[in-house]
Structures are given as C-alpha cells and as structure tokens.
C-alpha cells in the first residue's frame, strides 16, 4: 500500500502539544507517513515539547537567529521550507494555529500547489492589535488551507461567514483536550491545593500591562495569607524584567523554568485557579473543570466565556486584583473529566485523521 506523505510544521512548544496526538492519530490510523518538521522558531522551548511525547523531528529548519524582526522569520522559513517540501515531496502538510511558523510554512506550501490543512482554524478576535500579529496570521492561513479543522461550532460560524467554502470546514474539537487527557493521565506532578497556576508571556502585556497584573497578584496574597503562586516563567526577557514586582512576595510565589508538558498537565489538574494571558490555557483549564482568569481585553476563544468557566479581567491593577478574589473563594470542581467544556472530549485528532484521508482520496480522484 503506497502511503500518503504528510508534512506536520511546528515552531513553537504549543503547536508541539496540540500537534503531537495528530501525529499519533495519523500512525494508528495507517495510510499514512507524517514527517515531523521543527521550525525551530522558539528554538528553546520547543526542543523542550519534543520528548515528553515521544517525538523526534525528521527536519529540523533552524531558522532562529538573536533579535530578529518577524519578517525575517518568515522569509527564512519559506525559503528552508520550500526546499525541503520540494525535497519530500508530500501530498499535504498540516499547520496549528497562528505563529509566524503557521503562516510562512502554509504560504510556501500554497505556492508549491501543496494542500493546506489548518488545525484549529476559525478563532477569531478581529482586532488586529489582539494578538498581533496573530490574529493576521490565522486569518490569512485559513483564507488559503484546503481543510479548516474548526475546534467548535463558534469557530465554523467564524469561517463561514467569511465565505469560506462550506466543504473545506470541519468542526473536530480542540486536540489539546486529546493532548491534555493523555498527559494528566501520566504526569506524577501536583501541586498544594491552595495554589494560584500562573502563565504570562503575550507580547501586548508587556510593559506596564504585566506591572499591572503582578501588582494584582501582590494585592491578591496579601488579602490571602494561605494561597501560593506556581509561575512557570517565559524565557522572554520582557517577562523577567517585571519580576522586580513581585520582589517581596517571593516566598509565596513559586517561579520555576518552563515546565515539560507531562509536569504542567499534573500542576494544571491539581491546583486551584489560573490567571493567564495564553491562549491554550483558556481551553485547558475548562477540560479539567479550572475556572481560567484570562488577563486581557479580547479573546479568539469566547466558547467557554458563556458557562463563566473563562473570565476576561483585563490588564487593570483593580480589575485583576477583583477577579483573583472572587473566583479564589468559589467552589472548586470535583466531578469527572474531561469537566463538561466547548472544546471537546479527547477525539479530536481522530476526527482530524479520518476527514484527511478521505479528503487526500477525494483529490487523488479529481
């Protein structure tokens, strides 16, 4: 049986973690031969994502390189990226969600006639300024993928109302539910109950935004005397610069390097809120029943905004500090998981499997 060859780019340490069961949904399925990519665009961090799920890339582009723009990563990807699809020669390549990774390998994919899936596709916040330039990439990825793998309903109505083609959408659920279940099941990581899951990184609360939101969290522990922060910190050096914030509160704020995937799941499962700026952690947090403080003003992932799991509190010292103190003193969940959530039950990557065989048959059939 010939096998169809299926490029998988990623470039930063969540495309690893919501494209690692894709790829171990494309091996059981058979039919296929994925070829892992890495970009190498968060070179550090996602050298991390790689072993915790077994993975090994066959390709490795290395295109990071100190201080460059964002035009130069993309430039340097399309240009190592072409050559080696040209090299490899696959029937299609998938892409997940919105880095600069997501956009120049799906345009020189596009170029080279080289169909597009686009995992997680549809999330929307139409502000170009939040996330920028996020919210650019995803749309432009979307506008040219032969397969938009929608993670909700809410994400489909995005697409389709922006006239994509009907046939080219498929509502699959989120893979990182797929990703988190497998890792919570094998993490031996927990945290004290009585702990406050932190994760700051994006590039719009950099500045005094991040002060704001630190001094919220300095606010937060002294108004709580038995609640602990777990902050795993972001390699970027405009995050480590507003730890001066913190400064007096470090005994109870607990900072450690970013942690391997298997160690966040169990930390995520076992602590008692989150406050975020992240992206995934939004759908994360709902799937383990976690009530997620989203700290800014808009958001791609409104689903879970509705049942009042996710909150949006802005960057604002008083927002914040108002947020943390409310939901701290809610009930915690204790009933089965995945908790009852908008972004799937664990079989997303199954679906995603099934709809591109049947759509790499289709086009061999044309």
């Known amino acids: 049986m010939t096998l169809r060859k299926v490029a ?56 990071m390189q100190p201080n460059q723009t964002t035009n130069q990563v993309i430039a340097r990807v399309v240009e190592r990226i072409s050559k080696l699809l040209e090299e490899i020669t696959p029937d299609a390549i998938l892409v997940q969600g919105d880095t600069t990774s997501v956009l120049a390998s799906a345009l020189a994919a596009y170029s080279m006639r080289i169909p597009v899936g686009h995992v997680e596709a549809g999330l929307r916040t139409y502000d170009h300024d939040n996330p920028f330039p ?147 952690l939004q759908e994360e947090g709902p799937s383990l029943g976690k009530t997620v403080l989203v700290a800014r003003e808009h958001t791609e992932r409104p689903e879970a905004l509705e049942g009042g799991r996710n909150r949006i509190v802005g960057r604002e010292r008083a927002g914040v500090r108002k947020a943390l103190l409310e939901a701290w003193h809610e009930p915690a969940y204790t009933g089965p998981c995945p908790a009852p959530n908008p972004y799937g039950d664990g079989r997303a990557s199954e679906r995603i499997a099934a709809l591109l065989a049947r759509g790499l048959e289709e086009r061999s059939r044309r």
């Open 8 to 63: 998988v780019a990623v470039g930063t340490r969540p495309e690893v973690i919501k494209m690692a069961p894709v790829l171990r949904a494309l091996e059981q399925a058979g039919g296929f031969e994925p070829i892992l990519i890495s970009t190498g665009q968060h070179r550090e961090l996602l050298e991390t994502a790689f072993a915790p799920f077994g993975l090994v890339p066959r390709h490795r582009l290395d295109v």
């Open 134 to 280: 996020e919210e650019a990439n995803r749309q432009l990825v979307d506008r040219i993928s032969e397969w938009c793998f929608a993670p909700t309903e809410s994400a489909r109505s995005n697409l389709l109302s922006e006239r994509i083609d009907p046939r080219r959408v498929h509502v699959t659920g989120n893979t990182v539910v797929d990703a988190l279940l497998w890792a919570v099941g094998r993490s031996d990581t927990r945290c004290e109950p009585d702990t406050l899951l932190i994760t700051l990184h994006r590039r719009e609360s950099f500045g005094q935004p991040l002060r704001e939101i630190l001094l919220a969290l300095c606010d937060f522990l002294d108004a709580t005397p038995g609640a602990r922060a777990l902050w795993p910190l972001h390699p970027n050096p405009n995050v480590a610069r507003a730890l001066e914030v913190v400064a007096a509160h470090r005994e109870r704020i607990e900072i450690v390097p970013p942690m391997d995937y298997l160690r966040f799941a169990g930390a995520l499962a076992s602590c008692r809120l989150v406050l975020t700026d992240s992206g995934g």
